[in-house]
C-alpha cells in the first residue's frame, strides 16, 4: 500500500501482519478451500448478529514514556554533580476500552452461539480459541520493567542532565476474563458433552514482548534564585526518540485454523497485532521546558519540592487503522443471494476489520507537575509526593492515501482523546556520607489513584546514587 522508505524495519514488519491478515481486495482471496466453510454462510451469521462495527474505537492506548514514569526519583535529584541508577518494575492495568470499545452488545456472545450450531462442520474445539480475543470483555495489560539511568553535572549555576532507560522490556498480553471464560466453557460443554478435550487456560493469554533501550533525554538549565529559603531553577530539554529494540511473540500465539479465517481471522489479527504493539518509548522528538523549586520548611530537614513541565511533542509519520464509515446495513447484506465481492468488502471494512494507513500525527502535548515533601535525618531519607500527568488529544495532519476519500473514514474514531491521571508517590533510603562523596540506597513506588479517558498503573522501584 506505501513505499518502503516511509517506514522503519519494525513497522515494516508490523504493517505487513496486518495487512497480510486484513486483504479482501482480491478475489483470489476470498476463494474458500475445501475445508472451509462458504464465505455467503459466513456472512449470512455475520449479518444477522452484528448490527453496529465491531470496532468502535480505533485509536492507540497510550501509556507513559519511560522518560515520564518515575517522577518522585526525578525531582529529588538535586543539582548536583551525580549519578543514578534505578531499576523499576511498572504494571498498567486493563488497556481494554480506550483502543478498541466495547463491542457491539448484540455480539457479545450470540455470534458463538450461532457457530457453535454448526460444530463440528465449522471447527474442532481448539478453534474455539480463535474467538477468545474478539469477545466484549478482553483485557489488555502492560508490564514495563528496565533500569534508567541518569547522569547530572555543574558548572557555575548551570547544571546538565541526560536520562534513559537501558536496558527496557515492555510487555503486552491479551486474555479473557475469568467469567467470560466460564461462560465459553458452558457453552462449550453444551456443544460438546461433559467430555471437554480441553479447558481454558488464564495462562493461554496471547502475549507479545519487545526488548532494547529508551529514548534518551537532555536538559540543561540554570539555579535562578540560590538563597537559603529559595531555591528555583528552570531549563529546557530535548528527547530523541532513539528507542529501538526486537520484538517476540510470547505463549498463546499458536492457535488452531478454523474454517471460517477468511473472515473472522482478520479480526483477531488485527486486534492481536495492533493492540498488542508494544512499544519502548514515544516516536516524536519533543521539546521540554521546567520550572524546579525547593522550599525548606523544619529545621532544613524537611524541603518542600516542586515541579512543572510543559513537553512539546512534534509530529511524526506512522501507521495507524481506521474503520469506515456505513454505506451498507447487514440487512443489505443478508439479502444478498449470490456471492458479491464489492458487498463483502463493503461489509468487511465499514464492520468487521480496520484498514490500515499511513498517517502524520500530531500526538499532544504533555503537561505534568510534581509536588513531594522530603524528610532528611542524619543517615536516613523519605519522602511522599503527588504528581499529575496530561496528554492532550491527539490530531491527525495528513493522510498519506491519495486513493481514498478521507470523508468516507472514521477519523474521530481513530483518536486518542485527551487523558490525565493522578498519582501519589512514597521513597525511603538510607544515606552514606564519605569526604567526597554521598551515596544513597532507596526503595520506592507510585500508585494511580484517578485517571480521565486513561488507565491506571503501579510501579516499583529501586535506587542507587552516588552525588559528590
Known sequence: MYANEWYDDDELEFIDELEDSSSFEHADDMKNTEDELPISDIISILST??????????????????????????????????????????????????????????????????????????????????????????????????????GVTTWGPFFFEFDTCLPIIVERNLFVDEA??????????????????????????????????????????????????????????????????????????????????????PIINNARQFMLNPKLGDDYVTLGFFLTSQVPLYKKRLMLRTNIQYNKLFTDAEPRIMMFKKTVTPVEVGREQQFDPTVIDLFSREFLVP?????????????????????????????????YYLQQRESFEKIHDNCVDVQALRITDALAPQTAQHKVMSEVGFMTHASTATRHYSVGGDYSFASTRGHNDWTLYLKGAIEW
Open 49 to 150: 448478529v452484528v448490527s453496529q462495527p465491531v470496532f468502535k474505537k480505533t485509536f492507540m492506548p497510550r501509556t507513559r514514556d519511560c522518560l515520564y514514569a518515575l517522577p518522585l526519583p526525578r525531582i529529588l535529584i538535586p543539582p548536583t554533580k551525580g549519578f543514578h541508577f534505578i531499576p523499576f518494575y511498572n504494571k498498567t492495568d486493563a488497556l481494554t476500552r480506550p483502543a478498541i470499545d466495547q463491542l457491539a452488545v448484540d455480539f457479545k456472545l450470540e455470534l458463538i452461539r450461532r457457530l457453535l450450531m454448526l460444530v463440528p462442520e465449522i471447527m474442532d474445539p481448539d478453534g474455539i480459541l480463535l474467538l477468545l480475543p474478539i469477545l466484549k470483555d478482553f483485557v489488555v495489560e502492560d508490564r514495563t520493567a528496565g533500569v534508567m539511568m541518569q
Open 180 to 265: 467470560t471464560q466460564q461462560l465459553i466453557e458452558e457453552l462449550l460443554i453444551q456443544a460438546f458433552g461433559p467430555e471437554l478435550p480441553f479447558l481454558l487456560d488464564p495462562e493461554e493469554e496471547f502475549v507479545r514482548l519487545r526488548a532494547g533501550i529508551g529514548n534518551l533525554r537532555f536538559r540543561v538549565g540554570i539555579t535562578t534564585v540560590d538563597r537559603d529559603d529559595l531555591k528555583v531553577m528552570l531549563g529546557v530539554g530535548l528527547t530523541l526518540p532513539i528507542a529501538a529494540g526486537s520484538l517476540h511473540d510470547g505463549r498463546g500465539n499458536n492457535v488452531a485454523a478454523s474454517r471460517f479465517n477468511n473472515l473472522l481471522d
Open 355 to 387: 484498514a490500515i494507513f499511513r498517517v502524520t500525527v500530531s500526538p499532544g502535548d504533555i503537561f505534568m507537575t510534581t509536588i513531594a515533601l522530603d524528610y532528611k535525618s542524619r543517615h536516613w531519607r523519605s519522602s511522599v509526593g503527588y504528581n
